[in-house]
């Protein structure tokens, strides 16, 4: 819009200057009523509705209206600062330079402070984010400590029956042991028995001793199967430990 006169320069400075003044009181109250909603009481929880462009919680659109606001007030202000410029008389050129100036800086100060606001909000969304993340990790390491108690318990378990096992296997051993000793000492009747038909009947010497050495014999069959049976108990025994 170009200059063709002072009264029609001035009137449509006028027209411009008081639009950009009602656009201001606008945004004005947009930023407060931003502020208002950011300081009400909200649920802290991440999962809620994110906010568009950092605004307010629960009227996001506010934060948009007024950033449209303040950029039609900076278009504004760059055409006056144009028209003002082409005033010829100077006390008017310089009033109107003041009033657009002093616009300008208001309008910068809104939008300042909308966008501290803005970085305020964005702040707040990333801490509820980090909260919840925390709480999804702590709830997954109480998880995997529940997990672990399990594979304990179930260790714990598996250590009971191996030792019932293992001592099902030792009653096992000495129920044997308890065998081959009545065996061993129904031989050692039987022998003196043997020794004593022999005796009476007047076998020879060399009949003697050959029981004997089979008595030997026998006794060595005895001890080696208890033996035996001992070193099966150990080998079961490290084989479920």
């Keep these: 819009m170009e200059y063709s006169g002072g009264a029609g320069g001035g009137a449509t400075l006028s027209e411009m200057y008081q639009s950009a003044r009602r656009l201001l009181l ?15 009481p909200t649920s802290s929880s991440y999962s809620s509705a994110p906010l568009v462009g950092g605004g307010a919680p629960g009227d996001p659109a506010v934060a948009e209206e007024v950033r449209r606001e303040v950029a039609q007030i900076q278009g504004l202000c760059a ?10 008389a100077k006390g008017q050129r310089d009033l109107w330079k003041r009033k657009v100036e002093q616009l300008s800086e208001e309008v910068d100060s809104l939008k ?46 598996s250590a009971h029956s191996s030792k019932r096992m293992l001592d099902e296997a030792y009653e ?70």
């Design 112 to 157: 300042e402070t909308l966008e501290k606001h803005t970085l305020r909000q964005k702040k707040r969304i990333l801490e509820a984010k980090e909260r919840a993340e925390l709480f999804e990790r702590a709830n997954g390491e109480s998880s995997h400590v529940l997990r672990i108690f399990d594979e304990e318990a179930q260790a714990l378990q």
């Design 26 to 40: 606008s945004a004005r109250d947009g930023v407060a009523r931003v502020e208002r909603l950011a300081s009400a």
């Design 172 to 241: 096992t051993g000495v129920a044997i042991l308890h065998k081959y000793s009545d065996q061993r000492d129904r031989l050692k009747s039987a022998q003196r028995k043997a020794l004593d038909v022999l005796n009476t009947v007047g076998l020879s010497n060399s009949v003697l001793k050959l029981i004997e050495r089979r008595h030997r014999v026998d006794k060595w069959i005895a001890y080696a199967g208890m033996i035996i049976t001992i070193v099966v108990m150990i080998v079961f025994w490290r084989l479920t430990h």
């Design 79 to 88: 055409q006056m600062d144009r028209l003002w410029r082409s005033i010829p």
